[in-house]
């Protein structure tokens, strides 16, 4: 078992971010998510997309077809949190897959391409989601290619989403000059290191200070539209604090009512490290969302994020690894352990509990528990379909994740 993922037991439920990510087939999905997984040490190796050696492209139908099939979950530590990458099918003809793991998320990141902005995919994935109630960050990607134009991206999510832009960064250097951004709630400059993957954190470059002011001014005055703190602060001090900012932001960002965005170069390594500590300062945890709505017998129930409840969760996805038949389980309440015995409600059958993996992509290590709120996969369960309830014989149950047409709502 590898040290780091044993210290996840440490991780309490408030540091869990479910995570998924979002995009038009190119946007760069994929290698977003490979530099995920390279900086938070869940491989030490780059993958690269167009060699097919991606981490989570690992089935070889999605290595042949460049695009991401099936869903891959993915569990990786980021500044004591834990982080749960539920890969989405980006191609528009594995929508059922895409709803189903949006079932599961907490909370996404939407990745656009900083040349085409929003994309007519990316919008439907983006309907999806706001169905699901998912809360959403913006990756802008691409910022190194010829043509990329942040502010232009950040229309067409203002126009083609409906949704208020959040802009928190600054761009520095244009195309292949891109080389950092200035971040507008601490007013920093982070700058990459083309040659050593390092960011050096320095103060705002005089030439951009101007620019930088006036969008961090800009920010201030849209959080002030949208939420009351924010307002106060802003009619009571010159500017408001980088405390009271993030906390509105988040706010904004669980109700769905805006959308923070950031920027970036996954393919250059650049734009990274802030993306993940904008998931785990905007994205919700597990205890978040609304108690899951369950049903059993035409009498509804709910179930908190507890693990002290009865066993609950949903299987989102059932895969053929090579080690053997995986059930990947998002778990609603409760805690199982191996050797328990569970009802797959729907079925009507019980199945036993093997042995519980935290996925790394194609690698598993084994945990001996699972709790509420958190994404295991299972073996030795034999029969049970993605989108079956498995839960504790004692207490049956059927999850209906709630899909409504309202902006946020449940996820689970
Ligand atoms: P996905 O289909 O959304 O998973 O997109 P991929 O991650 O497979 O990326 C699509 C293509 O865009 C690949 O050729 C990547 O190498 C390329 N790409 C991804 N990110 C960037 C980036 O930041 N800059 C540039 N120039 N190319 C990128």
Redesign the pocket.
Known sequence: MRADLNRDHLVPLTGIRNLGIL?H???????VTERILYLTGAVHRRGE??EGTTVTDFDPLERDR???IFAAAVSCLWDGHRINLIDTP?HVDFSDEVERSLRVLDGAVA?FDAVAGVEPQSESVWRQADRYGVPRIAFV??M??AGADLDAAVESIRERLRVTPLVVQLPIGREDGFTGVVDLLRMRSLVWDAGRDTVMEGPVPEALADEARRRRRLLEETAAELHPAALEEFCARPEISAPTLTAALRDLTLRGEAVVVLCG????NRGVEPLLDAVVAYLPAPPDVPPVRAEWEGAGQERPADPAAPFAALVFKVHAAPTGRLTYLRVYSGTIRRGDVVLDAGARRTERIGRILRVQADRHTETDRATAGDIVAVAGVKAVRAGATLCAPGAPLVLEPPVTASPVVSVA
């Open positions: 995009a087939v190119d946007a760069g999905k994929t290698t997309v167009h460049g695009i991401t980006g990745v990607n691409k190194d290619r170069s996954a393919y250059r």
